[in-house]
């Protein structure tokens, strides 16, 4: 009876180059997408999306892309409706950076900058309130 070779889990320290390539389409479809937002289409509801980041399925058919809206006049239906409407102008673009098949684009929005506001804004605030009796220790009462 043969013996069958221990499986090999590769190194710790070194990502999975299945992982890797996900990651590196997603880098440049982002960047591609970013460029043709800005310069390409001519929605106005687009001109004021952000592509935060991608990410790509581990077969490279689908792309959630996730955007934030610039500040200014901040029309969240407009920018989805906008996306939409691009999306096959964009999947023809995109067939220019050299993928064998353009993926599917999903296009979410990215609430990570606004929680982040919120999160700055709540800090703010906390550090603007004077402290109330810095005298006393916590846990005693008089």
Not at 47 to 61: F, P, W
Not at 121 to 142: Q, V, Y
Request: glycine residues 6%; proline residues 8%; charged residues 30%.
């Amino acid at each position: 009876m043969a013996r069958l070779a221990p499986l090999r889990t590769g190194n710790p320290l070194r990502p999975d180059a299945g992982h890797i390539r996900p990651q590196r389409v997603g880098d440049a479809i982002r960047a591609e997408l970013a460029t043709l937002l800005q310069r390409q289409v001519r929605d106005p509801a687009v001109r004021q999306v952000a592509v935060t980041r991608v990410r790509m399925s581990r077969d490279l058919e689908l792309a959630q892309v996730y955007y934030t809206l610039l500040p200014g006049d901040v029309d969240l239906r407009g920018a989805a409706r906008g996306l939409r409407r691009a999306q096959p102008f964009l999947r023809r673009q995109l067939g220019r950076i050299g993928l064998r098949r353009v993926p599917e684009l999903r296009f979410l929005h990215d609430d990570a900058v606004e929680e982040q506001d919120r999160v700055a804004r709540l800090l703010d605030e906390i550090a603007a309130t004077p402290p109330s009796d810095a005298d006393d220790p916590p846990g005693e009462d008089a």
